[in-house]
């Protein structure tokens, strides 16, 4: 059973242009999570996702981001006219549809953004 | 909005040494989770804590979740090199219409061991 699935796993972007992150989810899981990670921080929830649904976007930036989960193929995180301070690792998370409270979330290895 | 602190920051140890890092949220939680990262990897899902005082052992580590469902801890006995990373809890919102729910991270304790 493969894990989560991020790519590209490196993604260097002039300002301006958009980045297009994608993520598979373990196979069963129908819950995706994106959260982005600032060198020596901690991760910050941005969004999320069911089968075409945006369930809670409360972390995600007002302008230039976007996040879908389509009925078929991966999720993807859209940042439309990047800036330096989007660089940042992008971690995408699944998780299955259990019962009240036991939920586990299971991280993807990663996109690492760099803007120039 | 809900937050959860974790420390300390950093802790240098020497191999062999005790290490415990503390996790507090400003709201009771529905449940807890611990992951290590690895420099340059990704966040490894290490256990959950759902009960109110629970405890959980894995080999020599050791995590609890308060009576008030308010703040963990995780504690390793005798660290090794094998130990070094970076340590988060992550806080459940309650879930809403039981739709699961996003994670709310501490910022981390980052674990050196000096051998």
């Known amino acids: 059973n493969a894990g989560v699935m991020q790519n590209p796993r490196h993604l260097v972007r002039r300002r301006g242009q958009e980045a297009r992150l994608r993520c598979s989810p373990m196979?069963?899981?129908?819950?995706v999570y994106w959260y982005r990670q600032l060198p020596e921080e901690g991760l910050k929830f941005m969004v999320y996702l069911q089968k075409e649904n945006i369930i809670d976007e409360s972390g995600m930036p007002k302008e230039r981001f976007s996040a879908e989960f389509p009925k078929e193929g991966p999720s993807i995180l859209r940042i439309q006219q990047v800036v330096r301070g989007d660089s940042a690792a992008y971690f995408c998370?699944?998780?299955?549809?259990?019962?009240?409270?036991?939920?586990?979330?299971?991280f993807g290895p990663g996109t690492r953004l760099t803007v120039l | 909005g809900q937050q959860v602190m974790q420390i300390p920051q950093y802790q240098h140890v020497q191999e062999g040494e005790d290490f415990t890092t503390y996790c507090n949220s400003s709201?009771?939680?529905?449940?807890i989770q611990w992951y290590k990262q690895r420099p340059g990897g990704h966040p490894v899902f290490l256990i959950q804590l759902v009960k109110s005082g629970e405890v959980k052992k894995q080999k020599r580590l050791t995590f609890q979740f308060g009576e008030a469902k308010k703040n963990s801890s995780l504690h390793i006995t005798a660290t090794q090199t094998t130990d070094v990373g970076t340590y988060f809890c992550?806080?459940?919102?309650?879930?809403?219409?039981?739709?699961?729910?996003?994670?709310?991270f501490g910022q981390g304790t980052e674990l050196s061991v000096k051998p």
């Open positions: 709201t009771t939680l529905s449940n």
């Open positions: 992550a806080g459940k919102k309650e879930e809403i219409y039981n739709q699961g729910g996003k994670l709310i």
């Open positions: 998370a699944s998780s299955p549809r259990l019962a009240r409270g036991t939920d586990t979330q299971y």
């Open positions: 196979k069963g899981h129908s819950h």
